[in-house]
T-cell receptor
Framework: EPEVTQTPSHQVTQMGQEVILRCVPI?????FYWYRQILGQKVEFLVS????????KSEIFDDQFSVERPDGSNFTLKIRSTKLEDSAMYFC????????????FGPGTRLLVL | RKEVEQDPGPFNVPEGATVAFNCTYS??????FFWYRQDCRKEPKLLMS???SGNEDGRFTAQLNRASQYISLLIRDSKLSDSATYLC??????????????FGKGTTLSVSS
C-alpha cells in the first residue's frame, strides 16, 4: 500500500536556526498538506498546496514558514528562524483529489527547538 | 466555542464492550466528516468517513446529525487493539478551498482484558 514518507524522523535544532522538513507524498496524489501537533494538544492545519501554489493556509502559517515542491516527488516545509514554540510533531499528508477528500498522513517529524 | 469538541475521556472498557464517542462541530456549513484513529506518538490514520445516512464498517458505526451538528462513533465488541485516541475531524466551509482538516482533541479509549 502506498505511503507518505517523511524525513528526518527527529530533528533537534537551536532557536533561530532554519530547518527543512521533507516529505514524499503518495505518487498519484495532487494535494499536499502540512499539519503540526504540539505535545498533548490537537492536530492543527498549517497549509495545503496544489499545482505549485498554496491553496489554503492557517493563521499559524506566518512569514516564518514556507513550502516548496522542489522536484517531482518531494514536498518541503521550511521554518526560517525557529522558536521554542515551534517544537512539535509535524505531519505531512496528501490526497488524490483535494477538496473534501480523505487525506493520508506520513509518520511525522518530531522537531525539538532548544 | 471550539470548532470541534469531543469528550477527552479516557474511556476504560473491558474487551467485548460496546462504547460510543460523541463529537459536536460549530460550523453548520461543514461539508465533510471523518473519524481518525491516532496511536500514541503516531500519525492520524483514517478510520472511516461519515455520511449523512450513517455508515458501518465491521464493528464500527458512524452517524451524522446535521441539524444538531453532532457526529458519533460506535464500537461494538471492543478489542485490545482498539485502544487508541479517536479523533473527530471536520472540513468546514471556511472558504472554497475545502482542504483544511479541523481536528478535535480526541477521545482516548483503553480496552482491557
Amino acid at each position: 500500500e502506498p505511503e507518505v514518507t517523511q524525513t528526518p524522523s527527529h530533528q533537534v535544532t537551536q532557536m533561530g536556526q532554519e530547518v527543512i522538513l521533507r516529505c514524499v507524498p503518495i505518487s498519484n496524489h495532487l494535494y499536499f498538506y502540512w499539519y503540526r501537533q504540539i505535545l498533548g494538544q490537537k492536530v492543527e492545519f498549517l497549509v495545503s498546496f496544489y499545482n505549485n501554489e498554496i491553496s489554503e493556509k492557517s493563521e499559524i502559517f506566518d512569514d516564518q514558514f514556507s513550502v516548496e515542491r522542489p522536484d517531482g516527488s518531494n514536498f518541503t516545509l521550511k521554518i526560517r528562524s525557529t522558536k521554542l514554540e515551534d517544537s512539535a510533531m509535524y505531519f505531512c499528508a496528501s490526497s488524490e483529489l483535494g477538496r473534501w477528500e480523505t487525506q493520508y498522513f506520513g509518520p511525522g517529524t518530531r522537531l525539538l527547538v532548544l | 466555542r471550539k470548532e470541534v469538541e469531543q469528550d477527552p475521556g479516557p474511556f476504560n472498557v473491558p474487551e467485548g464492550a460496546t462504547v460510543a464517542f460523541n463529537c459536536t462541530y460549530s460550523n453548520s456549513a461543514s461539508q465533510s466528516f471523518f473519524w481518525y484513529r491516532q496511536d500514541c506518538r503516531k500519525e492520524p490514520k483514517l478510520l472511516m468517513s461519515v455520511y449523512s445516512s450513517g455508515n458501518e464498517d465491521g464493528r464500527f458505526t458512524a452517524q451524522l446529525n446535521r441539524a444538531s451538528q453532532y457526529i458519533s462513533l460506535l464500537i461494538r465488541d471492543s478489542k485490545l487493539s482498539d485502544s487508541a485516541t479517536y479523533l473527530c475531524v471536520v472540513i468546514p466551509l471556511a472558504n472554497q478551498a475545502g482542504t483544511a482538516l479541523i481536528f478535535g482533541k480526541g477521545t482516548t479509549l483503553s480496552v482491557s482484558s
